[in-house]
């Protein structure tokens, strides 16, 4: 539990103390993304909300049905991008977002240790089962589910 705790100590230190600001300060920085999609309707009054991706945007703006929705789209996500990729130079985003990834890793594996462990109470296993509740769907393994269920029996929960 403990190693559990110190890990997600040092992971929200970081978010709030140094991820966070950097995630604004690049906003503030680059601005908002644009969009990459648009509404377009056609002659016989169908309406379709566009999607495009970055592989496909060239495609959409030099289509004569779409050019005129699509083209600025793109001149504005390309102009974002620009802005985008030195606003992380500015702000070291490449080594912040790594540190962050590494103290995400250690926590999620101090909580799948503390998962693995018997809980020796009540207030452990709530601990476990809040865990395991917010983890995304599909993360908890199988082995997570047994020992969580050998917990509840055990504690005749």
Known sequence: ?????????????????????????????????????FTHTARSGHVA??????????EYAVNPAYRHLAAPLRDAWRAWKKRDDQAQHVV???AIEHRQD???????????????ESAPDHEALAIKLKIAL???AGELQDDDRDAL????????V
């Open 102 to 116: 590494v103290l995400d890793a250690e926590e999620y594996r101090t909580q799948a240790l503390l998962i693995a």
């Open 134 to 136: 917010t983890r995304v």
């Open 149 to 156: 269920a050998a917990d509840l029996e055990r504690l005749g």
């Open 92 to 94: 070291g985003w490449p």
């Open 49 to 58: 909300t566009l999607h495009m991706t970055l592989a496909d945007m060239d």
């Open 1 to 37: 539990m403990a190693d559990y705790r110190a890990a997600l100590q040092r992971s929200d230190a970081f978010n709030q103390s140094t991820y966070k600001p950097a995630w604004e300060r690049m906003v503030r920085l680059a601005g908002e993304q644009p969009p990459l999609s």
